[in-house]
């Protein structure tokens, strides 16, 4: 039988829900900012605190890139695309890590008290796609 830690941390281990799952698609005219929202949802028991990080900041504008989910709640980040001189290749992505949070905390409290690796990461690659809508 599983121990009582082991069943907290398999509950963890779901962790957050990111939709979409894989590909955040920037499409149209490439020379324009323009926005894609994706949605972050608590599946665990607890609250969590989650950071955002991206390959390219310059080109990259995260909405809400650290903050803490309530269990079983959800909330909707908006990634930004500003242009810059450079071409976006495929090989940039969105990376979500995401830690257990004590009740009254803050999340940069959190992430700032944390060491080790993070409970769970998922990635987003970037795809940018540039055929006119």
Not at 21 to 32: A, E, I, P, Y
Not at 52 to 79: L, M, R, W
Request: charged share 25%; net charge neutral.
């Amino acid at each position: 039988f599983p121990s009582p830690h082991q069943l907290a941390m398999a509950a963890l281990k779901r962790g957050l829900q990111i939709e979409p799952h894989d590909c955040l698609t920037f499409s149209g005219d490439l020379s324009k900012e323009m926005r894609v929202t994706f949605s972050v949802t608590n599946m665990s028991d607890q609250k969590l605190a989650y950071k955002i990080k991206c390959t390219k900041n310059e080109a990259f504008k995260i909405s809400s890139a650290i903050d803490v989910i309530p269990s079983g709640q959800y909330k909707n980040i908006t990634i930004t695309y500003r242009p810059i001189s450079e071409e976006i290749s495929d090989r940039h992505h969105i990376g979500i890590y995401y830690i257990p949070a004590p009740e009254g905390c803050t999340a940069s409290s959190v992430w700032r008290e944390h060491y080790g690796p993070p409970c769970g990461e998922y990635r987003l690659r970037i795809n940018m796609d540039p055929t006119q809508e």
